[in-house]
């Protein structure tokens, strides 16, 4: 059952405005969307196969799967496990580099004309540099998000996204290079989420993603191996989402000026009205993609309809109103 149906205001119908007057337009960190709904880092690759759908220029932008300097082949097989409400991946980052990217998927998103979020993502601190400087003076990308979920090589394979230190050296070799605002993709794998995020957003970050999946593990009893290859993954989907929105809230609540793309666990038009009231400007969606490739293009017509019945003529009214 959608949370729509749920948690139905009974006055909310009285208060009704024409679909018409409703806006769903917001800005994130300098770039104007027309609506809040993107799409998920590695749920949805460059979105040709989600185009199949549904057009995918009606959704606020594209976020695509994170881009490493050279192609990668990915983690062994099992990469992936179900776990309740969610899945557990470990894919190991798995793309075509830097070149093909822009060889093959950029040439169609500019196309099809989308706003496109480049992910990025290294294994150390020149990997990200180098991948920030090839995307510059690249049209239809509207900004970075700086995949900080990833092993540094460099430091005994700690994520860098654990280290608040080593997530702004991160984000300052980004912002040496690139020419459109930065988002930096945080983990809720840490004591102090506030932290990293001052941490970064000092070292040049203009917004911030939140949140990367949780990291997990899943044993099958019979045979008592991990079910995935690599032992840990990262956990997603609903399980995740209470998570997600406490990392909004709180960053928000200590960072009430910095832009936030919420994400974890969204599936229906409920979650995303709980990501934008906890501070969230936009949402991400990933794994709900996977059990209904429409779910971003019925998100933005079922928050248009939210909004309607209940008389808000602009979803921007709902960003950080958490009562
Ligand atoms: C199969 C899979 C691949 C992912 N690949 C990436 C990735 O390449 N870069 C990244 O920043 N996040 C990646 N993520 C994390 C998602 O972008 C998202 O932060 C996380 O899954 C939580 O959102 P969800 O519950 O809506 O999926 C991946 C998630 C999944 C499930």
Redesign the pocket.
């Known amino acids: 059952m959608s949370s729509d149906v749920r948690r139905v205001d009974p006055m909310a119908d009285e208060r009704a405005i024409p679909e018409s007057d409703v806006d769903l337009r917001v800005e994130l960190a300098g770039v104007h969307l027309d609506n809040p709904i993107t799409t998920?880092?590695?749920?949805f690759a460059a979105g040709q196969e989600i185009d199949r759908f549904f057009d995918v220029t009606e959704l606020g932008a594209i976020?695509v799967?994170?881009i490493t300097p050279e192609p990668r082949e990915g983690l062994p097989t099992p990469?992936?496990a179900e776990t309740p409400s969610?899945?557990l991946?470990a894919?190991g980052?798995?793309?075509p580099g830097i070149d093909a990217w822009l060889e093959r998927d950029l040439p169609w998103l500019q196309s099809r004309q989308a706003k496109v979020v480049a992910?990025i993502?290294g294994r150390t601190v020149d990997d990200y540099r180098e991948v920030a400087h090839r995307l510059r003076r690249q049209g239809g990308i509207v900004a970075l998000?700086v995949?900080l979920?990833c092993p540094n090589v460099e430091e005994r394979g700690l994520v860098f996204a654990c280290s608040a230190a080593d997530s702004a050296q991160v984000i300052a070799a980004v912002a040496s290079e690139a020419d459109v605002p930065i988002l930096a993709?945080l983990t809720s794998d840490v004591t102090d989420v506030v932290e990293v995020a001052e941490a970064v957003v000092e070292a040049g970050a203009h917004g911030l993603?939140l949140?990367?999946?949780v990291l997990g593990m899943a044993i099958d009893p019979e045979t008592g191996r991990p079910e995935l290859w690599n032992t840990y993954g990262?956990l997603?989907?609903?399980?995740?989402?209470p998570i997600?929105v406490r990392n909004v809230h709180q960053v928000h609540a200590a960072l009430p000026a910095v832009p936030i793309l919420g994400?974890?666990?969204?599936?229906d038009v409920g979650d995303v009205v709980q990501f934008l009231r906890a501070g969230a400007s936009a949402v991400?969606?990933?794994?709900?993609?996977?059990v209904d490739p429409f779910v971003g293009q019925q998100l933005v017509s079922d928050l248009r309809r939210w909004l309607t019945r209940r008389g808000i003529a602009s979803v921007r009214e709902l960003i950080g109103s958490v009562g």
């Open positions: 998920a880092s590695g749920c976020v799967k994170s990469r992936m969610g899945m991946n894919i980052l798995q793309n992910s993502a998000e995949n979920s993709k993603t949140i990367n999946t990262g997603s989907g609903p399980a995740i989402r997600a994400c974890g666990g969204i599936r991400s969606v990933g794994t709900s993609t996977f």
